[in-house]
């Protein structure tokens, strides 16, 4: 399979290059990240760990228009094919509408939401050509309810569900599949500092395997959301 991943460098993005990578029939990915340094460690990595896996790395910056474009264009070139694409690279800003820095809900739009919009539209007509492939949007819990605290990072993840959705709807006569994938607290970068010792949060790889199980389904399956929380409920 051909698999396109953003964000893949670290947390739940590279958690799902990984379940992927484990498949005996190797896939080809395509992942991106801002930093370089990381993207070719993480290149040699899967490669090195996963020898039947094609790892093709490059650097986007999904908040920049003309970058996602360049992306879109470098995985056209090699792939006429896509198989699974994952929206996955999101930033978090924790704040309320009023405190929050001036700028985060434009910072936050552009990442988790009109990133992943743009990639998606220059990807979709391989997909329609092929009548297949399969789009995750990795939302969020802060989709579906206020939290305080949330601010400007729960409205850009609102509006990335209302993508997602509509996508959904759009996809449907083309044998393209699109989930939703709403979790809760993940360990992540994005909760550094933050003490698990009692697992109280969910491990990325717990996203992955929920991702990966929803791509092997009949064609005629669709897994609509996938929403998960840690046991013992949000934090
Ligand atoms: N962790 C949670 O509790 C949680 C819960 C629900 C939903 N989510 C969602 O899950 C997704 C992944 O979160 P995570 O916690 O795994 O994050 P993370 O550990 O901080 O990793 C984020 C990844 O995205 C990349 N990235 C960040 N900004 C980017 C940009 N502008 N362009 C391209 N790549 C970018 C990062 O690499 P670079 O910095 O090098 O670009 C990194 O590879 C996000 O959409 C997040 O909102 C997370």
Request: charged letters at 20%.
């Amino acid at each position: 399979m051909n698999i396109v991943i953003t964000g893949a460098t670290k947390g739940i993005g590279k958690a799902i290059a990984e379940a992927f990578a484990e498949d005996k029939q190797g896939h080809t990915f395509y992942l991106c990240a801002r930093n370089e340094t990381s993207l070719q460690v993480i290149g040699k990595e899967l490669q090195g760990r996963f020898p039947r896996t094609n790892i093709f790395t490059r650097v986007c910056d999904m908040s920049e228009r003309e970058s996602v474009a360049a992306f879109a264009a470098w995985i056209l070139q090699a792939a006429d094919k896509i198989d699974v694409l994952v929206n996955n690279a999101g930033i978090f800003i924790p704040g309320s509408v009023e405190q929050e820095e001036e700028g985060s809900l434009e910072k936050m739009m552009a990442v988790n939401l009109f990133g992943s919009y743009h990639l998606t539209r220059a990807l979709i007509p391989v997909m329609k050509k092929n009548n297949s492939g399969h789009i995750f949007n990795i939302c969020s819990i802060a989709s579906l309810k206020a939290y305080s605290n949330g601010g400007a990072y729960s409205i850009s993840k609102f509006a990335f569900y209302g993508f997602s959705q509509n996508l959904r709807e759009e996809m449907k006569p083309y044998g393209i599949k699109v989930t939703s994938v709403l979790p809760g607290a993940v360990l992540t970068d994005s909760w550094s500092g933050f003490d698990n010792s009692s697992k109280r949060i969910m491990e990325a790889s717990d996203i992955a395997k929920l991702v990966y199980a929803a791509s092997f389904l009949s064609p005629q399956a669709c897994v609509e959301e996938i929403l998960v929380r840690p046991q013992l409920g949000d934090l």
